[in-house]
């Protein structure tokens, strides 16, 4: 199997502060991982692609300086919303990709419920 | 730009009957496309996926088709269960990079007893 693994799974915390959300692939190595966020009703967005060893890649749109993404290790990406506003509020979700041969499937965390207040 | 559409936000179905969830794509550069499972404050569970060099995958009760002409791809799903009840992403993604997905809108499914 692979399970990839979200923590924490809900935060609320005060306007102007930051909040980290750690991603971990628990029973396999995930040299990449991806951040998305959903909003409520709407589709998962993709924010960024995390690569271990190196600098994340962000889509359009998306503020590398307020959305900081750490990929240290293997199995360990981390995402810190900095100077959080009631607008970062959303649904983040990472995932991590496993291949098997020809096969590659993208496995997904449970999800961290944000709430800026 | 919405590159994957999901037209319907909803579908109602009687347990037993087939659900057909429908998807629509723009970009024809995709060549690799999935459908997700999800239930609220979840992360999404992979369900059934299909190479754009094929038009059918079956997986048990679940059938996804590609008709890569009309950029569209379809979801059965039969017999439907009310344990089928969630929210079904369609996804797409480029070189086989299933990593990096594009999703559809959702639409949410229900499944009546």
């Known amino acids: 199997g692979a399970v990839v693994s979200q923590h924490p799974s809900w935060v609320i915390c005060k306007s102007g502060t930051s909040v980290k959300i750690e991603c971990r692939s628990l029973?396999?190595?995930?040299?990449?991982m991806f951040w998305y966020r959903q909003f409520p009703k709407q589709s998962l967005m993709l924010m960024a692609t995390?690569?271990?060893?190196?600098?994340?890649?962000?889509e359009q749109g998306v503020e590398k300086d307020k959305f900081l993404i750490n990929h240290a290790s293997l199995t360990l990406s981390t995402l810190t919303v900095t100077s959080a506003h009631p607008e970062d509020s959303s649904f983040y979700i990472c995932?991590?990709?496993?291949?098997?041969?020809?096969?590659?499937?993208?496995?997904f965390g449970q999800g961290t419920r944000l709430t800026v207040v | 730009d919405q590159q994957v559409k999901q037209n319907s936000p909803s579908l109602s179905v009687q347990e037993g009957r087939i659900s057909i969830l429908n998807c629509d794509y723009t970009?024809?550069?995709?060549?690799?496309f999935l459908w997700y499972k999800k239930y609220p404050a979840e992360g999404p569970t992979f369900l059934i996926s299909?190479?754009?060099?094929?038009d059918k995958n079956e997986d048990g009760r679940f059938t996804v088709f590609l008709n890569k002409s009309a950029k569209h791809l379809s979801l059965h799903i039969v017999p439907s269960q009310p344990g089928d009840s969630a929210v079904y992403f369609c996804?797409?993604?480029?070189?086989?990079?299933?990593?990096?997905?594009?999703f559809g809108q959702g639409t949410t499914l229900q499944v009546k007893p």
């Open positions: 995932s991590a990709s496993k291949s098997w041969g020809k096969r590659t499937e993208a496995f």
């Open positions: 029973d396999f190595q995930a040299t990449t």
């Open positions: 995390s690569n271990e060893g190196s600098k994340a890649t962000y």
């Open positions: 970009n024809s550069m995709f060549d690799y």
């Open positions: 299909i190479s754009s060099i094929k």
């Open positions: 996804a797409a993604s480029l070189s086989g990079n299933t990593g990096k997905l594009i």
